[in-house]
């Protein structure tokens, strides 16, 4: 199976919160990031955590770790319309200097 | 600060042609990575360079070569092209690594891709 898992489709009212999840294999990973993709663009870094951390907050976005269960979420507060893109899940693994391995991307659909 | 650039931004090329894509890294990075994106997929790392060597790669074929000039810009080349090597490929820059394999910076930074189409 593949290494990093996402849900390829989510849609979600304007103002309210979106929630994309990605599993990940590799126990070793030391950092998971999100990136962000717009139509026709190349990928914008919008958050990343270390492995030893539980949690990451930056603005509206809230970042989840379960290292346990290989589980990382992306919670974005108060989604708009300019949110709708495609998702990835990222994962780094040690030694390999910043090699990363990426989900299919979840697509999310802001609806006004 | 620029970011990371690439160029051409669109390519169309012939099966069996070859084709050299461009990137210029982020000011202050020092290391390089490709990637490539089929259409409705996540990226796939190709391979990685810094001080101008080929330092990691992924699972592609020998028909995928690369080089890092002094001033850490790069090129991908791609040989005798075929139809499935149709994609958006990807460059990211990062920040240097301190020694010892400890990464000081672990963040990478895209550019908008390069498209190429081969017909």
């Known amino acids: 199976g593949e290494d990093v898992e996402q849900s390829l489709f989510l849609s979600v009212r304007e103002g309210d919160s979106s929630v994309i999840n990605c599993t990940y294999t590799?126990?070793?990973?030391?950092?998971l990031y999100w990136y962000k993709q717009e139509p026709g663009a190349g990928l914008q870094l919008l958050t990343y955590?270390?492995?030893?951390?539980d949690m990451k907050q930056d603005q509206r976005l809230t970042v989840l770790l379960n290292k346990k269960d290989k589980h990382l979420s992306l919670r974005i507060a108060d989604t708009q319309t300019g949110d709708s893109a495609i998702y990835f899940c990222?994962?780094?693994?040690?030694?390999?200097?910043?090699?990363?391995?990426f989900g299919s991307g979840t697509q999310l659909t802001v609806l006004p | 600060d620029a970011g990371v650039t690439q160029s051409p931004t669109h390519l169309i090329k012939t099966r069996g042609q070859q084709v050299t894509l461009r990137c210029s890294p982020k000011?202050?990075?020092?290391?390089v990575s490709w990637y490539q994106q089929a259409l409705g997929q996540g990226p796939q790392f190709i391979f990685q360079?810094?001080?101008?060597?080929?330092?990691q790669r992924g699972n592609f074929p020998d028909r995928f070569s690369g080089h890092q000039f002094p001033n850490y810009s790069s090129e991908l080349n791609v040989n005798a092209l075929l139809l499935g090597d149709s994609a958006l490929y990807l460059c990211?820059?990062?920040?240097?690594?301190?020694?010892?394999?400890?990464?000081?910076?672990?963040?990478?930074?895209f550019g908008q891709g390069t498209r190429l189409t081969v017909v």
């Open positions: 990211a820059s990062s920040p240097k690594t301190a020694g010892q394999g400890i990464q000081m910076n672990t963040e990478a930074f």
């Open positions: 000011s202050g990075h020092d290391t």
């Open positions: 990222a994962e780094s693994r040690s030694g390999s200097a910043r090699q990363l391995t």
């Open positions: 955590i270390f492995s030893n951390m």
């Open positions: 360079y810094y001080e101008e060597e080929e330092r």
């Open positions: 590799d126990s070793s990973s030391t950092y």
